[in-house]
């Protein structure tokens, strides 16, 4: 079978809806599947929230090394390690940035989001880079009385894979931020623990920087796959009947075979 036939019998055997976009880094070869399909974003935002922490820096208006006191009232539960130590913790923004994203901290996106000055001040900065549907709702994992209007009547972040991948094309190729900082996005997106979808199934020692998400019936991953022939791809998955957070969830699964499916097609 060809990919195209490959991944539709890998749909056609899921329980939900399915997107994809890749393009290889180095001739612009592309593989997509409903690319302007709207999908949760769940935490995928965080990549996003990294790329707009480190304009900030190239600016001047933040400081990787600044060391920002954690309040007790920020401290939320959900993915990440910073709701698990002592309460007042004195890290740098460069911390809170690289929790966000290897370990999904919650707590630091929090942070991350007010240093940022919130949700309007963030999807201002996403729409001058040409991203018409990717949004933030709002901090992460709120009880309900400080949640805003929004969050209270269900929106989400958003993203579309192909606005993801031109995003990850961007940063590669130094559009977004100057090469001490494109490098440092990189090297801290080449740290991500969670890597069961994108890499899971992908030959041993493959390079891959990312970053994935999930909440209920959602699952995603985006990012690189380095090597000879590297690319940018965003896999996106919705209305999977799965509910279990699991590293055998049947999303993550298919995109984990979607992934190596892609790969293999990007060797070629």
């Not at 195209?4 to 001739?27: C, H, I, K, N, T």
Request: proline share 3%.
């Amino acid at each position: 079978m060809n990919f195209q036939q490959q991944w539709m019998q890998l749909e056609q055997g899921f329980s939900g809806q399915l997107g994809f976009y890749a393009v290889r880094l180095g001739d612009g070869k592309t593989l997509s599947h409903n690319p302007e399909e709207v999908f949760p974003a769940a935490s995928v935002i965080k990549l996003h929230l990294l790329i707009a922490a480190l304009q900030r820096v190239q600016t001047g208006q933040l400081e990787l090394a600044a060391r920002i006191p954690l309040p007790e009232a920020e401290i939320v539960a959900g993915s990440g390690l910073l709701q698990k130590l002592q309460v007042g913790a004195l890290l740098t923004l460069q911390d809170y940035l690289t929790l966000m994203i290897i370990v999904s901290d919650n707590t630091a996106t929090n942070m991350v989001i007010d240093l940022l000055g919130g949700r309007e001040s963030i999807n201002a900065q996403l729409e001058t880079w040409g991203l018409g549907s990717t949004r933030v709702v709002g901090k992460l994992m709120l009880p309900p009385e400080r949640k805003n209007e929004d969050q209270k009547s269900g929106k989400l972040h958003e993203i579309k894979p192909l606005e993801v991948v031109n995003i990850l094309q961007a940063l590669h190729d130094g559009h977004l931020l100057n090469a001490e900082l494109t490098n440092l996005a990189l090297k801290i997106l080449k740290k991500q623990e969670y890597t069961e979808m994108i890499g899971r199934l992908l030959p041993e020692g493959t390079v891959t920087g990312s970053k994935s998400g999930q909440i209920m019936g959602v699952r995603n991953d985006v990012g690189f796959i380095f090597g000879s022939r590297a690319y940018a791809v965003a896999l996106c998955s919705k209305n999977c009947s799965d509910l279990r957070y699991h590293i055998d969830n049947e999303a993550i699964w298919v995109l984990a075979k979607l992934s190596k499916l892609i790969f293999d097609e990007m060797q070629q």
